[in-house]
């Protein structure tokens, strides 16, 4: 079966199909859009993130995922592609094979790039704010050494954090302290706030 992304699918079949689609797609209230390829830059900044969460997440209740993790959003009907998160559901501590989709995650990282960036900043954003276990979520720039945080504030919203090279990185709700020099490194970026 193939989907177009003007017909109504329900998240059953979306699901289904996904399992056999050689192209991801995400699922957004019905209907679903094919992601882009990323860049290498992307991709290297991507898994350095992951790689520092994975290390630093090793033995504790949490685990870091990464690109072919599905996410759900309840709230939106929503089913996305996050570059990194992270859970701390117990649910998520053994996978089986036909486990698919995370609901409950503490943190989301999205590695910024043009095609994606307005999409990241606001429809990602609106959702993902939605979800009551998420603490943080993290846009990290591919094309200038730039990373805004935003992170949930209690019960009163949330508060935004722009950070530029030479800034430490602190990752609050997994309690991670990196810098730029790790998330960026061998991307080719030179570090040097406001670089292009």
Known sequence: MKLADDIYVTETEYLAHEVRSPVRHEYVAGRIHAMTGASLRHNVIALNIASLLRNHLRGSPCRA???????????????????????????????????????????IVEVLSESTAATDRREKLQAYRSLPTLLEYVLVSQDQALIEIHRRSGDIGWQLATLTAGDPVELKSVELLTDFAAIYEESGLPLVAGSD
């Open 65 to 107: 995922f990464m690109a072919d993790t599905k996410l759900r959003v309840a709230k939106t009907h929503s089913i996305y592609y996050p570059d990194v998160l992270v859970t701390c559901d117990p649910q998520h501590l053994s996978v089986s094979p036909a486990d698919q989709v995370v609901d409950n995650p503490r943190l």
